[in-house]
């Protein structure tokens, strides 16, 4: 079992929260993260999809009191939204008895209800945190090229080999469009979301043009816009916002989208051949092979979705781009008022536009990187640092600790 990086701070929360709500696209590890937690502490498991563990919350409240000793996991509970409510009953009454911490710990697929109802009903009584797929600290620079070809899923990235974790990225797909988007309530044709998840995937990281793919599925703009809020709120899309600042220039608008696991990415678009990505010998005959013209894409979307992870929620994040060409790949904008510029590259010699620069400029950027695939950590201009991805994680790790 890879160690989960969040694994302290969930035990954090638990000590701290009566309920704590563990959020992440299925399949992500919530289940045996949860059941690592609880390990050496009383405990109750209740899995929502089964038909046995609901019976037992017929009367929800009758039955959760007679385990009010134990932490008591409820898993996909968005299933039952109505539970909420009753929840809050328990967390207060509780709350009066000296149990104020360690009651519930609620893992969900981050549907739209889950986060209506447990914002709505349980504010001031729960924490929320995001378990994302593994990130590049969690398995190390070794294995930092099979994090990317094969994304960071447990069942795809520990697979025994390429066809196997192929495979399950594809059931994956097929089995989150026919039957867990269904059980989430949206009545959406499985085909028809197959080709919006597909058209998102063929323009990673660009700026998102709605009409475009519109026209592509034959709906309206209002449609894909909701299609898209979907894909996002089930953690399956980024959907990354452009820097917004009074500069007197002309910005652009609209957001990137991004196809937030790299392996399902890669299934989507059919790219088979990062498959023998591993059979090769040396970064340099890597770099020769990949010539398809999503690669850059898809390196630049796992770059961004591993320095996310790590800042977590509190960082403020974007991109920058105006018409005029100055653009920057990501920004983030960190409580304390410190501004980052972070350009993203594949290549082993990267070099920067005017471009680039003026951006940093237009932003009053603190601090300015290029991730690069290289190990050597250096200036590749004055105030510019030329990094590693491992290496950068940590940086913004720290910087994250010290706020």
């Known amino acids: 079992m890879i160690a989960r990086r969040i694994h302290k701070e969930i035990q954090q929360l638990i000590a701290q929260y009566p309920a704590v709500a563990l959020l992440g696209p299925r399949?992500?590890?919530?289940?045996?993260?949860?059941?690592?937690?609880?390990?050496?502490?009383?405990?109750?498991?209740?899995?929502?999809?089964?038909?046995?563990?609901?019976?037992r919350l017929q009367d929800p409240e009758l039955y959760l009191l007679s385990h009010q000793d134990k932490l008591v996991i409820l898993d996909e509970v968005q299933r039952m939204p109505n539970l909420f409510q009753n929840l809050?009953?328990?967390?207060?009454?509780?709350?009066?008895?000296?149990?104020?911490s360690g009651r519930f710990l609620l893992l969900g697929s981050a549907s739209m209800d889950l986060l209506q109802q447990s914002s709505e009903t349980l504010a001031g009584r729960i924490a929320y945190t995001e378990l994302a797929a593994f990130?590049?600290?969690?398995i190390g620079s070794k294995e930092l090229d099979t994090l990317w070809i094969r994304g960071g899923f447990a069942e795809s990235f520990l697979a025994i080999n390429d066809t196997q974790s192929l495979r399950w990225r594809r059931d994956f797909i097929r089995t989150y469009l026919e039957r867990d988007i269904p059980q989430l309530g949206p009545r959406i044709a499985a085909?028809?979301?197959?080709?919006?998840?597909?058209?998102?995937?063929?323009?990673?990281?660009?700026?998102?043009?709605?009409?475009?793919?519109?026209?592509?599925?034959?709906?309206?703009g209002k449609t894909v816009a909701s299609y898209l809020d979907l894909m996002v709120d089930?953690?399956?899309?980024?959907?990354?916002?452009?820097?917004?600042?009074n500069l007197g220039k002309r910005m652009v608008k609209s957001p990137k989208v991004y196809v937030r696991d790299s392996g399902i990415l890669h299934a989507l678009v059919g790219l088979r051949d990062l498959e023998g990505l591993r059979d090769l010998e040396g970064l340099r005959d890597l770099e020769g092979l990949l010539g398809h013209p999503l690669v850059g894409a898809s390196w630049e979307g796992l770059v961004i979705e591993n320095l996310l992870v790590?800042?977590?929620?509190?960082?403020?994040?974007?991109?920058?781009?105006?018409?005029?060409?100055a653009e920057l790949d990501l920004v983030l904008q960190w409580p304390n008022g410190k501004t980052w510029a972070i350009e993203i590259k594949r290549n082993l010699a990267p070099t920067l536009s005017k471009g680039f620069y003026s951006a940093c400029t237009d932003i009053k950027a603190n601090a300015a990187f290029v991730v690069y695939p290289g190990t050597e950590q250096y200036l590749i201009a004055p105030d510019v640092t030329c990094i590693h991805l491992l290496d950068l994680m940590q940086v913004v790790r720290n910087e994250r600790d010290s706020q």
């Open 27 to 55: 399949q992500v590890g919530k289940t045996t993260l949860a059941f690592a937690l609880v390990e050496g502490r009383e405990s109750i498991y209740l899995d929502l999809e089964s038909d046995s563990d609901r019976s």
């Open 88 to 100: 809050r009953g328990l967390i207060d009454r509780g709350r009066r008895e000296g149990r104020k």
């Open 135 to 138: 990130d590049a600290t969690e």
């Open 191 to 220: 085909e028809t979301l197959r080709r919006f998840w597909t058209m998102l995937a063929h323009h990673q990281g660009a700026v998102l043009n709605a009409a475009a793919l519109a026209r592509g599925l034959g709906v309206d």
């Open 234 to 245: 089930l953690l399956l899309v980024r959907r990354l916002q452009p820097w917004h600042g």
């Open 310 to 325: 790590v800042a977590g929620s509190h960082v403020e994040a974007c991109f920058f781009r105006t018409a005029a060409g």
